[in-house]
């Protein structure tokens, strides 16, 4: 039997992210985008020590649709290091497409000027590839393009559910051809890798639901569940997750996550890559955490003491805030807030080595007021001022004298 082929799987790069940085002044990039990069970095030097056979990227370079040329440049210098040690396969996602369909993608221009080693995997299809380990099977189902799987569908008259439901119909299809392609194009030991860059039912959902674009479309677990595929590569979602984990009967399913976290919301994600050892019927896998910036939220109850400062600089005592992006939120009462002494909080947290302060959100507990009602549009003038009376809390005594007196200036007119 041969060797497993080694296949390094990464996804959702989003080189560009700026959140929580500053600019950097030897490189003038954000500080956040160089970490962003620095994680790229860390994987290229693991495939380099541990060999690696083939390269999987499963979609989204960039932020933006529209990257900027600097960003462009150090996403290809990290893709040129690993072309030069595998295959490389650049499956293009959703943040990699133009908005315009007769634009080219972020990544098409390795495509267009032939990079040695690089596959731009923009189509549904089915490609072996040799390794210096032995030949491997790949099937691409990069981002499911609306215009173009519903191309020959009527859609006229149709809801936006039922247009959905028929792209969801298209992908499927797309991805049981895949299945048979794989089954034509390899012999019984040739291992097979599916690579897609979609949803899939089940999956737990990140932060990526603050930076998606359009809607999207899911696939049925098992449509990619397929005994046909030995591992199946995914990105899209940046949580890594596989979605096949205990079963048996199907390949890993495996989303490999983000290699960097993008907010608040990934804030106890765990980032990385996953290392594949790739065999018919054999396959075992790793995930592979990156050192990905910490990001840290405090929140300190400074309700009902008298010295909120000292409480929030004791939380801050308890944590290791050195290189982290934090955000400190504060409880507190109208009373005990002109008692946080913001400035000595601030620069305490610069002694203790933050890396980025996000923000100091004060959370001020106001006495509730009492509305008005549902329908204020029917009351008399002396019930919403009766209401009035109610919201300020008007003593019960002094109300009915205000209310008195106002009857017999309304009634006198």
Known sequence: ????????????????????????????????????LARMDDMVDYARESDVDLVMFAGDAFRSRSPNPTYQREFAARIRQLSQ???????????DLPMNAAKASTVEIYQTLD????????????RRIET???????????????????ADADLRGKTIAEQDAELGRALHAQLRSLSGQAEELADAATPRLLAGHFSVAGAVWGSERGVMLGRDVVADLEAVADSAWDYVALGHIHRHQN?????????????????????????????????????????????????ARKLLTLTVDGRDIDNPTGAVLAEMKRHDLGEAVLRLVVKLTPESESLLNDGLIVNELRRAGVFHIAGISKDV??????????????????????????SRDVAAGRREALLRLAREIIEGE
């Open 115 to 126: 990079v040695p080693g690089i596959w731009v995997a923009e189509e549904y299809e089915a």
């Open 1 to 36: 039997m041969s060797e497993p082929i080694r296949v390094l799987h990464f996804a959702d790069v989003h080189i560009g992210m700026e959140n929580y940085g500053l600019t950097d002044p030897e490189t003038g990039l954000s500080s956040r985008a160089l970490d962003f």
């Open 365 to 390: 507990d106001r006495r509730a007021r009492a509305r008005l009602g549902t329908s204020p549009e029917g009351l008399t003038p002396m019930q919403l001022l009766e209401r009035y009376f109610e």
């Open 243 to 291: 979605l096949t984990a205990g079963r048996d009967d199907a390949p890993p399913v495996v989303y490999s996550g983000s290699l960097e976290r993008i907010d608040f919301g990934e804030e106890n994600d765990v980032k990385g890559f996953c290392w594949v050892e790739l065999a018919r019927g054999a396959t075992t896998w790793q995930f592979v955490e990156a050192p």
């Open 132 to 150: 210096k380990r032995g030949p491997v099977l790949v099937g691409a189902a990069p981002y499911p393009i609306r215009a173009r799987l519903l």
């Open 85 to 95: 040690l595998a295959p490389t396969v650049l499956l293009v996602g959703n943040h």
